[in-house]
Structure formats: structure tokens, C-alpha cells
């Protein structure tokens, strides 16, 4: 019997562990949902896919995450989905399921039930009377007939009204279980008739809601005595009262109103794709939903994108143009223009963001100016319609609300609404920032800021947001005029609202976004891996980028580079980043930069090294082109004429340079040869400290024309837990290397000359008194000579005497005052014999 043995091969059948977290009990069909899944893949195992799914449909679409992915040996990966508001249907439940699986087939899989909950429904409102007066007329608001499943009692209730966007909406009460409400309204538009749109909210116990709306009629009081008279008056009976209802009331109706601008000479603004005119004087709103067109409230009609034409087509009418503007057929960008034409009380004039004053032009394609109106004397306001008496009771009225605002911060339970009411009342107050008082101003932005610090999640909740924004834009209008300590925390407030929102972020969605005339927004979170050499933009509006206009970019170091250096700071293998960028389009800091500036956040959701460092690379914009040639040296010529004594000559250079040069005293003709410096233009990457922008030696720089590349490091500025923050403020700053100037002076005279002088540019003076005393001694000889033979043929008992005398006294008297070394040169022998 023989035996033999052979080794077999063996393969333990692992397979990747799943685990999805615990569901919600029930979702809100408007809310994003998103589900968290683990996927532990053992070592020494292969590659293991994973995926998301949905039984009965394709997710895919329906996703603000990726779908698939995949997870190295040994790695524990965190996986997550999210899906959009409104894609699921109510009173539905789901099955989702996470799979993962090995080339080789061997999969395992783990499954959740999703319940979508149904809201309220049902329900009427009911608005009495139908007709009355801004903040004079009671209203009544009542709602009714809700019905819910059992376990999602009890209701509460809220009313609001809107005089256009159901997105911004003034609330007059704060959730409750009361199905009614008494309160005055602010009026309604003209172009709408004057109807004001009442809304009643319900919600159950899971945050889903319904609403159901109803309208009036609310019509303004005549004049403006009239309505500071109500104003104050409704808000004194509101304070008095001490309640705190009542307080937040009076002040979202009356800010609500006062936002309101005169629209009479409006043109009508549905024509132009626009929302109608509210708050710039006789100026249409935004572009409906789906057009685009010149950005903010303007009289530019808006088009549809797949029909106008952006700047440089060619064109037949300025309508078809995207820019506003038609000219010798090409679609051209317009001018900027000042609201309501400054009321015919003042002139529109075009300032630099980059605090060089005034500019020549500015067009609505340009971010880095802005048209505003220098007021005649006793007129005031952004379009000079205030004179100082209507200026200084709206300043008061303002101030005051302002004061209530602020005061009411820590006295009302805090919901999503009362922070969106909030925001709106601060956004309506500094419509005009022109007619607040500076104490005015920071007390409204106290309040915002307070409110985002104390409640930061909730202040970037999806349903807030929006409105918290428009408020910020409205604060920074005000530009380089807020003080360095308000714009501190009003850059802290951004930094914390953005960082919250993108906390609510799943890993791999799509970045959150904003745009606005001030400022723009970005939050974006990943894995390290994912977001390594990726680039990201910041947001820009629809109209900039229909026109390709350039965008600033971040984005982190190569994975070769920053992922390694990290990933092997950090205890994950891949952590999970994220990054906010965070740009101001209107220099509230007063920098004397032409750049765009843009604060980099980066945060590692791990914890890292002290010393641990992330490199950020940043390209911010150019407000215009930038010459990097070396402009040469050359010389130019400029006569200078006689005078008694000594005159600046101004030479300008072909690089833009202007210098004064000293002309000599009492020359008759000299010319001076003045040579222009050469000139090299530097940009530097700059960072700003607490005071302003400085040049940053430790960052890398890279120009072209329109902008600059800054490659920089930064270390933590501060940990929470488990998790880093980095916060990078970066712009450039140009700056011109100028060469050395010199100049000389020749051609005094054809007997004095005047050697060269190199070196200054100013102090010049060449005297030749003279040469200037030889003329006239000249003049004056030849004078009496002509004088002396007229008298001798008209009176001969002159004949001797006269010309005798005069040319003994002349001679004498010359002699000793002109120098012996210019008597002795021929030319004046003749004169002097």
C-alpha cells in the first residue's frame, strides 16, 4: 500500500460586515433623508463594492450621494446616503438596502424600513375683515379642520402673511396649540392690488406640516407723518405691554412695512420676467424662477437661457441681450445705475471696491465697483429721497426697532421660524443701512450675530438659511464703513453658519451653496481621499456664470503631497473633510487690493497632531488685468518757459507714473531730458491678520493677468473633541518695483550752459540772473540811445548834454553792478566801450 499527500488550498469565506444606524421612527416627506451605513472589510480580504438601493425603483436619481463605492482590505468605511426633500411619497414605507461584495460573488447584505410620515391635512383659514389699513385695521386669523394620524397629536399652529415671496414671510405669533391670532398688517403692493397672502402653518410631533393660505386687503396710509405717527404708536403699545409676542409682532410688521419702497413709476415688471417692484424706489425685483438676467432688482428684462444671448454675441435689440445692452450689434454689458435715478437730488457716480475712489465706468459685469448716489444738499437716503428732518425720524424709528430686536433676543423660545422672523426683521431694517444711525446698525447686527452663535444648527437649518443670508448680505452692504470689530464677528458668525451647514452635510453630497451681492458661500464634506486635488469654485449667481466670468478656486494639495503627510497624522485611514470657502465681493475690509478675498476652512473629522498641517491652494481673481511686463526706461523732453521765478512741469511717464520737475528761474528758453524709471509689477499672496492684509512669505505665488494662485500651510486654530479646525484669509496684493530717475537741463542760453545733474527729481534750480539782467540792461541802453538822437534833431540845446550824461551815468552805474568775467566777453565790449 503506498500513500502520498498534496496541499489543498483553503479561502475562509469572509465577508464584508455591514451595519446601517438606527432609522428615525418616521420621515418628513420635505426633508432630506439621510441613512448612515459601516462596512467593515476583514484584512487580507480583496477589494469589497458596496451600494445603495430602494426596492421597487431606482434610487440614482434620487440622490444628493453617490450610490457606490468601495472599501480597501482592512479598512472600516463610514458610507452614507442621502436623498432629496419631496422624492418619497407620504404614508409610504421603504425598504432600503446596503449590499457589498467580492469580485469572486460572495456579497452580504443589511436592510432598513423607511416609514414616511403624513402630514396634517385638510385644514381652512379664515381672514377677517377683507379690507382695511396698514397697522390701524385688527385682523382675524383662524384655522380649522386639521386631521392627522392619531399618533401624531398634538398639533400646533402658526400664522404668518407675505406681501409677495412665500419665502420671506413675516410671523405674527410662534407655534402654539391656539387656532386663532389678532394682528394689524403692514400694506400690501400696488401692483398686486394691495393684497396681502395670510398663512396658517400646522405641525405634528414628527416636524411634518402643512399650511393652508387666505388673502386680504391691506392698503397704505397717505402720508408719511401719518405712518411714523402709527409706527410709534404701535410700538410703544407693544413695549409697554411686555410682551414678548406682541413686541416681535409689532416690530416684523412694521419693518415689513417700512421695507416697502414707492413704485408709482414702475414699468411693468412682468414684461420683464421680474418679480414686481417692493424694495428699490419704481424698480422691478429679481428674475422669476427660470429666467435670468442682470442680478438684483434692475429694469432689465430677463430671458429664458436656452434663448438670450450672452455677452459678445451679436445682437439686434438690446432685449435679446442677457447684459441689458445692445451696441453696433454686439450685446454688451450696461451701465450700473442708482436707484429711482438719485430722485433727481443728486448725481450717480461709480466707485472702486478696492479703495482707489471714484472710477470712470463701471458695468453691470464688474464686481469690483458699484454705482451710488452723492446727494444734492439736504437730500439724503440711498436714492437721495430723504431730506434731513424725513432722514433723522427714520434713522429714530429704525434705531428703536432695532434696540426692541435686540432686547427680545433672550426672551422668546427659539424654533426655526422665530430665527427666520428674526432674520427677516433684520433684513428688512438695513434695506437702506443709509437710514440707520450707527448705533442703529449695530445693534441689528448684535442681534443676528448673537442669534447664529447661540444657535448655530439651527440658524443653517435648510428651512432658515436662505433668510439668514439675505440678512448677512444686507449687513455688508455697508462695506469698508463697518467697524474692524463688527466685521470680526460678523466673519466669525459666516465662519460658524457655514461650518454648521456643512456638519449637516452626507459625506460625497453635492457642496451648499449661496450667492449674493456681497458675499459668497461654500461647504463641501468628503473623505480626504475624495477631496485630495479636487478644486472647488465659489459660488457665483446665475447671470456670471451664463457669462463665463472667472471664479476664485480652492482646493487641497495632491494626495501625494497633503493625504499622506495627514493621513499619517490622523488615526482614520480615511478621514472624513470638510472645507467652507468663503468669499467677500465688496471689500468690507478697506484693503487696498484690486483681489478678491477669500477665507479657506478646512476640518478633519479626527483627531490629529498639534502640528499637524494641511496644505490649501487658492486662486482668487483679478477686478482687472494686471501688465507683469517690465516697462523699460525712456527718456522725454519738455520745454520750459520763462518766468520770474521757479515752476513745476509735470512729466508723465507711458507707465502711468506722473512726476513734478522744477524749472529754473528767469530762463528764456531751456528744455529739460527727463528719464522715466523703469517699472515691474509684483503680486504677493497675503494673509490677513487682525488689522488687515499683509504680504505672506511662507505661501507660494503664481500670476497671470487675471489672477493669483497661493499655495499656503496652515496648522489647527483649534480642536473640539476629536476634531480640527483650520481657518486660512487669503488675498494678494500688487505691488511695483520702480527703478531710479534722473533728468538734466539744457539749452539755458547761447552763453551759459548748464551741466547735468543726475539723481533727484525735484529742487532743481538753475539761476541765471544775468543772462536776465543783460537783456534788460540791453533793452534799456538801446532805449536811451534811440530816445537821446530824437531829442537831438528836435531840440539842439539837448544836443550835447543829453546823450552825454546818459551814456556816462549808464556805463557807471552798469559797470558796477554786472560782474567784470561778463564785461570782458566780446559781445558786450560793444555796448560797454
Excluded at 21 to 41: A, M, Q
Excluded at 284 to 289: A, E, F, R, S
Excluded at 710 to 715: K, P, Q
Amino acid at each position: 500500500l503506498s500513500s502520498f499527500s498534496f496541499l489543498l488550498p483553503f479561502f475562509p469565506k469572509a465577508i464584508p460586515r455591514l451595519l446601517i444606524e438606527s432609522p428615525l421612527r418616521k420621515y418628513d416627506v420635505g426633508s432630506k433623508i439621510t441613512l448612515t451605513g459601516i462596512i467593515s472589510n476583514p484584512s487580507g480580504s480583496p477589494v469589497a463594492s458596496a451600494s445603495w438601493s430602494v426596492a421597487g425603483f431606482d434610487v440614482s436619481p434620487l440622490a444628493l450621494t453617490p450610490t457606490s463605492t468601495s472599501a480597501a482590505s482592512g479598512t472600516v468605511l463610514r458610507y452614507q446616503l442621502a436623498l432629496k426633500p419631496f422624492v418619497l411619497t407620504a404614508g409610504i414605507s421603504y425598504t432600503f438596502r446596503l449590499s457589498s461584495q467580492y469580485s469572486s460573488g460572495r456579497a452580504a447584505i443589511a436592510e432598513v424600513v423607511v416609514v414616511m410620515n403624513s402630514p396634517p391635512y385638510g385644514g381652512i383659514l379664515a381672514v377677517k375683515p377683507k379690507f382695511g389699513y396698514e397697522l390701524n385695521t385688527t385682523f382675524s386669523f383662524t384655522t380649522l379642520q386639521w386631521l392627522s394620524s392619531a399618533d401624531n397629536f398634538p398639533l400646533t399652529y402658526q400664522f404668518s402673511y407675505y406681501d409677495q415671496s412665500p419665502l420671506l414671510l413675516t410671523y405674527i405669533t410662534q407655534p402654539s396649540v391656539t387656532q386663532y391670532a389678532f394682528n394689524t398688517l403692514s400694506a400690501g403692493l400696488l401692483s398686486t392690488n394691495y393684497s396681502i397672502y395670510c398663512v396658517a402653518h400646522v405641525t405634528d410631533i414628527y416636524s411634518s406640516s402643512s399650511n393652508t393660505t387666505s388673502h386680504t386687503r391691506v392698503l397704505p396710509l397717505k402720508s408719511i407723518a401719518a405712518k411714523n405717527t402709527v409706527y410709534s404708536a404701535a410700538l410703544l403699545e407693544a413695549t409697554t405691554s411686555g410682551d414678548a409676542t406682541a413686541i416681535i409682532s409689532a416690530i416684523s410688521t412694521i419693518a415689513n412695512s417700512i421695507s416697502s419702497s414707492t413704485c408709482s413709476a414702475a414699468p411693468n415688471c412682468s414684461v420683464l420676467n421680474r418679480m414686481d417692484c417692493r424694495s428699490t424706489p419704481n424698480t422691478c425685483g429679481i428674475c422669476l424662477n427660470g429666467f435670468i438676467g442682470v442680478d438684483g432688482d434692475a429694469n432689465f428684462a430677463c430671458g429664458l437661457a436656452s434663448v438670450v444671448l450672452k455677452a459678445g454675441d451679436k445682437c439686434t435689440e438690446s432685449s435679446n441681450c442677457v447684459t441689458g445692452n445692445c451696441l453696433k450689434g454686439v450685446c454688451q454689458y450696461a451701465t450700473k445705475s442708482c436707484p429711482n435715478d438719485c430722485s433727481n437730488a443728486g448725481n450717480c457716480s461709480f466707485f472702486s471696491y478696492s479703495g482707489n475712489g471714484k472710477v470712470s465706468s463701471c458695468n453691470v459685469g464688474q464686481t469690483t465697483c458699484y454705482a451710488r448716489c452723492e446727494c444734492s444738499f439736504n437730500a439724503f437716503g440711498a436714492d437721495c429721497s430723504q431730506s434731513n428732518s424725513s432722514l433723522q425720524s427714520s434713522r429714530q424709528l429704525r434705531d428703536s426697532l432695532c434696540s426692541s430686536l435686540l432686547t427680545s433676543v433672550d426672551s422668546q423660545d427659539i424654533t426655526t421660524t422665530v430665527i427666520a422672523n428674526r432674520a427677516n426683521n433684520v433684513a428688512n431694517l438695513l434695506s437702506d443701512v443709509q437710514l440707520l444711525s450707527a448705533t442703529g446698525f449695530e445693534m441689528c447686527t448684535k442681534a443676528l450675530i448673537q442669534t447664529v452663535f447661540q444657535y448655530p444648527l439651527l440658524s443653517a437649518d435648510y428651512s432658515v438659511m436662505d433668510v439668514v443670508v439675505k440678512a448677512f448680505t444686507n449687513i455688508l452692504s455697508k462695506g469698508d464703513a463697518i467697524p474692524s470689530t463688527t466685521f470680526a464677528n460678523i466673519s466669525q458668525a459666516l465662519s460658524l453658519l457655514s461650518s454648521s451647514r456643512q456638519s449637516m452635510l452626507a459625506e460625497g453630497e453635492l457642496p451648499s451653496t449661496f450667492s449674493t451681492n456681497t458675499f459668497s458661500m461654500l461647504a463641501v464634506k468628503d473623505t480626504l481621499s475624495a477631496l485630495n486635488d479636487k478644486s472647488f469654485s465659489a459660488p457665483q449667481s446665475a447671470f456670471d456664470a451664463f457669462n463665463n466670468a472667472p471664479q476664485t478656486t480652492a482646493k487641497l494639495l495632491s494626495p501625494t503631497n497633503v493625504g499622506r503627510r495627514l493621513l499619517a497624522e490622523t488615526t482614520a485611514a480615511n478621514p472624513v473633510v470638510g472645507m467652507n470657502l468663503l468669499q467677500y465681493l465688496n471689500n468690507p475690509t478697506g484693503s487696498k487690493s484690486q483681489f478678491s478675498n477669500v477665507v479657506v476652512e478646512a476640518t478633519v473629522y479626527d483627531s490629529v497632531t498639534s502640528n499637524a498641517s494641511i496644505n490649501v491652494e487658492v486662486t482668487v481673481q483679478s477686478g482687472s488685468k494686471i501688465d507683469y511686463s517690465n516697462t523699460r526706461s525712456e527718456t522725454k523732453q519738455v520745454s520750459c518757459n520763462p518766468s520770474a521765478r521757479a515752476m513745476n512741469v509735470s512729466i508723465s511717464c507711458s507707465h502711468g507714473l506722473v512726476y513734478d520737475v522744477t524749472c529754473p528761474v528767469g530762463v528764456v528758453t531751456s528744455y529739460i531730458n527727463f528719464t522715466c524709471p523703469s517699472v515691474q509689477r509684483h503680486t504677493y499672496c497675503a494673509s490677513r491678520n487682525e488689522v488687515e492684509f499683509a504680504i505672506d512669505d511662507s505661501c507660494r505665488t503664481s500670476n497671470s493677468p487675471f489672477n493669483t494662485t497661493c499655495l499656503c500651510s496652515a496648522t489647527p486654530t483649534k480642536y473640539s473633541g476629536q476634531t480640527a479646525f483650520y481657518s486660512m484669509d487669503y488675498s494678494a496684493l500688487s505691488m511695483d518695483e520702480i527703478g531710479h530717475s534722473h533728468f538734466n537741463i539744457i539749452k539755458v542760453n547761447p552763453y551759459i550752459e548748464v551741466k547735468s545733474t543726475a539723481g533727484s527729481q525735484s529742487n532743481i534750480i538753475v539761476i541765471t540772473t544775468g543772462v536776465v539782467l543783460l537783456s534788460l540792461v540791453a533793452v534799456f541802453y538801446l532805449q536811451l540811445r534811440w530816445q537821446g538822437s530824437r531829442t537831438k534833431k528836435e531840440n539842439k540845446i539837448y544836443e550835447t548834454k543829453v546823450p552825454t550824461l546818459s551814456m556816462r551815468t549808464f556805463n557807471s552805474f552798469f559797470s558796477q553792478c554786472i560782474p567784470a568775467e561778463f564785461l570782458e566777453r566780446p559781445s558786450l565790449r560793444l555796448f560797454f566801450r
